[in-house]
């Protein structure tokens, strides 16, 4: 499982979401994860969630810390599960940063009571299967009722790696839970 963080500030705009877009934009070939910092502005044209297109909705944020993931070899199933596990692992992350926080996962999505604070998708391709999720840093200027890491004064840098370290830790642990077992009588 290899990892990267981007130094340079990228608009999210929904076509970051294909395949080998780690590799053609980083040169990291293979399983990952990829972070960097930057707005979000995706219309309705490359949306993803088809609940989003009935709707007519779309997803902008001033700023966003964005995550994605590729896995080569993992169905439409297996990556919504890996989806809700790095949920998690940016609750985990935010908890371990900020005493008292009151964040929980809904679905796919992490919320502050009714303030959203991410948005995220799971989706494949001909060759794989991805993961984005933004977590934003700004809250201004939402289009639904939202809150950022500035809200909580959480280093979104510091975030990422934490974030970047806990989800490879988990890939490595569950290839190693995989190797280590025989088959059952």
Same mark, same amino acid.
């Given at each position: 499982?290899?990892?990267?963080? &981007?130094?340079?500030?990228?608009?999210?705009? *929904?076509? !970051?979401?294909?395949?080998?877009?780690?590799?053609?934009?980083?040169?990291?070939? *293979?399983?990952?994860?990829?972070?960097?910092? *930057?707005?979000?502005?995706?219309?309705?044209?490359?949306?993803?969630?088809?609940?989003?297109?009935? !709707?007519?909705?779309?997803?902008?944020?001033?700023?966003?810390?964005?995550?994605?993931?590729?896995?080569?070899?993992?169905?439409?199933?297996?990556?919504?599960?890996? !989806?809700?596990?790095?949920?998690?692992?940016?609750? !985990?992350?935010?908890?371990?940063?900020?005493?008292?926080?009151?964040?929980?996962?809904?679905?796919?999505?992490?919320?502050?009571?009714?303030?959203?604070?991410?948005?995220?998708?799971?989706?494949?391709?001909?060759?794989?299967?991805?993961?984005?999720?933004g977590i934003n840093i700004s809250s201004k200027n939402t289009p639904v009722p939202a809150v950022g890491l500035d809200d909580y004064k959480i280093n979104a840098h510091a975030l990422a790696t934490g974030v970047l370290n806990r989800y490879r830790a988990e890939m490595d &642990?569950?290839?190693?839970?995989?190797?280590?077992?025989?088959?059952?009588?």
């Open positions: 499982m290899k990892v990267y963080f &981007s130094e340079d500030t990228l608009t999210y705009d *929904g076509t !970051q979401l294909r395949s080998h877009f780690a590799y053609d934009t980083f040169n990291v070939l *293979g399983d990952s994860i990829v972070a960097f910092i *930057g707005p979000c502005d995706v219309k309705k044209e490359h949306l993803v969630d088809l609940e989003d297109v009935h !709707q007519n909705q779309f997803i902008y944020s001033e700023n966003m810390l964005h995550f994605i993931v590729e896995h080569f070899n993992d169905d439409l199933n297996l990556m919504i599960a890996k !989806q809700r596990l790095l949920i998690s692992l940016i609750i !985990q992350e935010m908890n371990d940063t900020v005493e008292n926080l009151n964040v929980k996962r809904q679905g796919d999505d992490i919320y502050d009571d009714t303030l959203k604070l991410s948005v995220s998708i799971a989706t494949s391709s001909p060759v794989s299967c991805l993961i984005h999720t &642990s569950m290839e190693k839970a995989r190797c280590k077992v025989k088959s059952a009588s």
